[in-house]
C-alpha cells in the first residue's frame, strides 16, 4: 500500500513539497502541525528507506526552506499576538475612567497612566475602533472622559457650527463648519475632541509588527494641555510659561502644585534603567531585534568590549606645515588665491 | 387586514414581514448546510410567525428567536476528515448551531457579542450564527471570531433578506468531502493549492459556512457543454 500511497498524501501535508514560504501567509495554524509532523525523524526515515522509485516525494524538508516557513509562521503568530493584544486593550479602554466623576480636564495619575500604557501598540485606526466602541457604550469617545456622547434631537445629517467671533476668513464674521452628525454625535464636547484629537495624531501611522523596537514615536504620549482655568477652579496641566509671567504669592503656589504635577508625570514614564545587564537589551533595541520572531533563524551574536586604555592620550595628528593651504589635491598643489604669495609657486 | 390601519402597525407589520423573510432565509441556509431543521420550519407562514414571535404591539420580538440545530448524518460524515495513520478514528469536524437574533436595534459593539460568545461557549455548541440588524464593529468582529475551538459567524438581517443561492445567477456550490477532495486532487494529479480559489468572505461562501481548506464544487450551466463543473479552494 504504501509504494502508491505518494499522490494520496493527505491534502494538508501540501507544504512539505512546495515552497514554504509561498503558504505561510495562508494560516500559522495550519502551518505549524504540519510542521511539527515533518520534524519527528524516525517516521520520515522509515519511509526515505522503503522506496526508490520515489526519490524527492518523501524526503525530508529542505532546511533551509523549513527555516524561512517557521521565520513567517512566527511572524504571522506575532501579528496575531499582537492583534489581540490591541483587542484587550480597546476593551480595557472602554471602561476608562475609573471613577464615574472624573473631570477629562484634569484626569487622574493612574488613569494617564494606564491611558498611556495601553495606547504604545496603537494604530491611528485602532484609535478609532476605541471610539467607536466607546460610543457604542454611550460614552463620550475622549478615554479619560465618563460623560455621555451627546445625542442631536433634529433628524439632519449635517450641522452647522460657528466659530468664535472674528474667526472667519480676513479676521472679519466667524468661522463656519459643515459637520457630519455622527462626527458631532461621538463626543460630549468639543474641548473632548481636540483632547481626543491630540492624542489620535500622536500615534504611529504602521502597525506594531512593522515597527522598529527602538521606536519611541507611540511611546511618549502627551495629553493636551489644558488652557488655564477660570478662579477656583482645578485643573493640573498648565502651560509652564505662564508661571513665568506671573508674579506673586499665586504664581508660587501655583507653581508648587504643578511641581507636584509633574514629578507625577515622570513618575509615570520611568526611563528605562541603563545598565551593563541591558547593554544587549539595547543592542537588540537599535537594531530592531527584541521582537521574539525574529530571533529564530538568526545568528546570536554576543558582543564583547575590549577594553581600551585610557592612559595613552591620543595626540591629534599635527599637519605639517606643507597644509597649510589647504595641500595638494592628488599631487596637484592648486596655485590659487592663496598660493602664489605663500610656499606654493615653486 | 384590519380597517383602521394606524402607522404604528402598518410599521410593525413591515418590519414583521422583513424579519420573516430572514427568518426563513436562515433556515433554508441551515439546511442547505446540511443541519437537522424540518420542512415546515423551513416553510413557515407568515402569519404563524406573526403569532409565534410578535410581542403585544404586533413588533417582532428578537429575543425569542433563537434556534438550534443539530447536524445531519450526511453532513457528518461530510465533515469527518480522512482516515491517516496518526488519527486512525476521526471525528467529525461539525456540531449543534446555534442562531441568536440581536435584540438591540442601535450599533452592535463588543458587549453584546461578549455575551454571546460567552453562551455559545458555556452551552457548548459548536458553531454560533449572531444576527443583528446593524453592522458590528470592527473589535467586535475580532472578538466574535477569536473563540478557540468554536465557530462565530456573523451576518446583517438584510444580508439574508433574500436568499442569495437561489438567484439565478448565482451557480451552484457543493462542498467536497475530505474523501472527495482527495480524490478529485488525486484524479487530476494536483496539489490544492494549484486549484483555483474562492475566498472565505465570499457571500457564498459565507452563507455555507466554508472553512479554509475546504474545496467546494461549482455546477454552472453552460451553453456549450450543457453543465460545467470548476472546483474552487477555500482560501
Known amino acids: 500500500m504504501d509504494r ?17 514560504s509561498l503558504h505561510a501567509p495562508s494560516s500559522a495554524s495550519t502551518i505549524a502541525p504540519s510542521l511539527s509532523r515533518q520534524q519527528p525523524p524516525s517516521s520520515n526515515l522509515q519511509q526515505q528507506e522503503q522506496p ?12 533551509h526552506h523549513l527555516a524561512i516557513a517557521l521565520h513567517h509562521a512566527h511572524r504571522i503568530q506575532a501579528q496575531k499576538d499582537a492583534e489581540a493584544l490591541i483587542l484587550s486593550r480597546i476593551l480595557e479602554l472602554v471602561t476608562l475612567p475609573s471613577s464615574p466623576s472624573a473631570d477629562p480636564a484634569s484626569p487622574s495619575a493612574a488613569d494617564v497612566a494606564t491611558l498611556r500604557a495601553a495606547l504604545a501598540p496603537f494604530q ?19 478615554a479619560l472622559c465618563p460623560r455621555e456622547h451627546r445625542r442631536e434631537d433634529h433628524k439632519g445629517n449635517f450641522r452647522i457650527l460657528w466659530g468664535p467671533k472674528s474667526s472667519g476668513s480676513g479676521g472679519r464674521g466667524r468661522e463656519m463648519k459643515i459637520v457630519p452628525r455622527e462626527k458631532l454625535e461621538m463626543w460630549c464636547s468639543d474641548s473632548c475632541v481636540k483632547r481626543a484629537m491630540y492624542v489620535r495624531v500622536q500615534l ?12 519611541r514615536r507611540a511611546k511618549e504620549i502627551t495629553l493636551l494641555e489644558e488652557p488655564r482655568p477660570l478662579k477656583g477652579t482645578n485643573t493640573t496641566t498648565r502651560k509652564m510659561d505662564d508661571q513665568v509671567v506671573k508674579g ?54 554576543q558582543v564583547t568590549e575590549r577594553e581600551i586604555s585610557h592612559d595613552a592620550a591620543v595626540a591629534p595628528p599635527m599637519p605639517g606645515p606643507e597644509y597649510r593651504h589647504g595641500g595638494s589635491i592628488e599631487g596637484y598643489t592648486p596655485k590659487g588665491q592663496s598660493s602664489p604669495r605663500g610656499d606654493g609657486s615653486d | 387586514m384590519d380597517e383602521d390601519y394606524s402607522s404604528g402597525s402598518q410599521d410593525a407589520e413591515r418590519e414583521m414581514a422583513r424579519l420573516w423573510r430572514t427568518w426563513r432565509t436562515v433556515f433554508e441556509m441551515l439546511q442547505d448546510r446540511g443541519y437537522e431543521v424540518t420542512e415546515e420550519e423551513v416553510q413557515i407562514p407568515f402569519e404563524q410567525f406573526k403569532t409565534k414571535y410578535s410581542d403585544g404591539l404586533g413588533y417582532p420580538d428578537r429575543n425569542k428567536m433563537k434556534v438550534s440545530a443539530r447536524p445531519t448524518e450526511a453532513m457528518k460524515a461530510k465533515y469527518t476528515p480522512v482516515k491517516s495513520k496518526s488519527n486512525p ?3 467529525p469536524e461539525c456540531g449543534t448551531v446555534y442562531v441568536e437574533f440581536c435584540p438591540d436595534p442601535t450599533a452592535v459593539g463588543t458587549k453584546q457579542v461578549r455575551t454571546f460568545n460567552h453562551f455559545v461557549d458555556e452551552q457548548n455548541f459548536h458553531t454560533g450564527i449572531f444576527i443583528t440588524q446593524t453592522p458590528i464593529s470592527p473589535s467586535a468582529v475580532r472578538l466574535l471570531s477569536g473563540i478557540p475551538d468554536r465557530i462565530c459567524e456573523h451576518f446583517q438581517e438584510q444580508d439574508l433578506l433574500v436568499n442569495i443561492t437561489r438567484h439565478e445567477l448565482v451557480p451552484k456550490h457543493v462542498l467536497l468531502s475530505a474523501e472527495e477532495k482527495v480524490r478529485l486532487l488525486e484524479r487530476y494529479r494536483l496539489k490544492e493549492s494549484q486549484l483555483p480559489r474562492i475566498q472565505v468572505s465570499d457571500p457564498v461562501a459565507r452563507y455555507l459556512g466554508l472553512r479554509r481548506g475546504q474545496v467546494v464544487k461549482i455546477i454552472r450551466r453552460s451553453e456549450t457543454a450543457g453543465r460545467y463543473a470548476s472546483y474552487r479552494w477555500v482560501i
Request: hydrophobic share 25%.
Open chain 1, 4 to 20: 502508491e500511497a505518494p499522490p494520496k498524501v493527505p491534502p494538508k501535508s501540501i507544504l512539505r513539497t512546495s515552497t514554504p
Open chain 1, 52 to 63: 526508490q522509485s520515489q526519490p524527492h516525494s518523501k524526503a525530508s524538508p529542505d532546511p
Open chain 1, 124 to 142: 491611528s485606526s485602532d484609535y478609532d475602533n476605541l471610539i467607536l466602541e466607546r460610543n457604542i457604550e454611550g460614552r463620550c469617545g475622549y
Open chain 1, 204 to 215: 504611529a501611522e504602521d502597525p506594531v509588527w512593522e515597527r522598529r523596537a527602538d521606536d
Open chain 1, 248 to 301: 506673586g504669592e499665586d504664581s508660587t503656589s501655583r507653581s508648587e502644585y504643578a511641581g507636584d504635577q509633574t514629578a507625577s508625570a515622570t513618575a509615570t514614564t520611568t526611563l528605562p534603567l541603563r545598565g551593563i545587564k541591558m547593554s544587549f537589551k539595547d543592542l537588540a533595541l537599535e537594531r530592531g531585534d527584541s521582537n521574539s520572531a525574529f530571533r529564530d533563524g538568526r545568528v546570536d551574536v
Open chain 2, 89 to 91: 478514528n476521526p471525528q
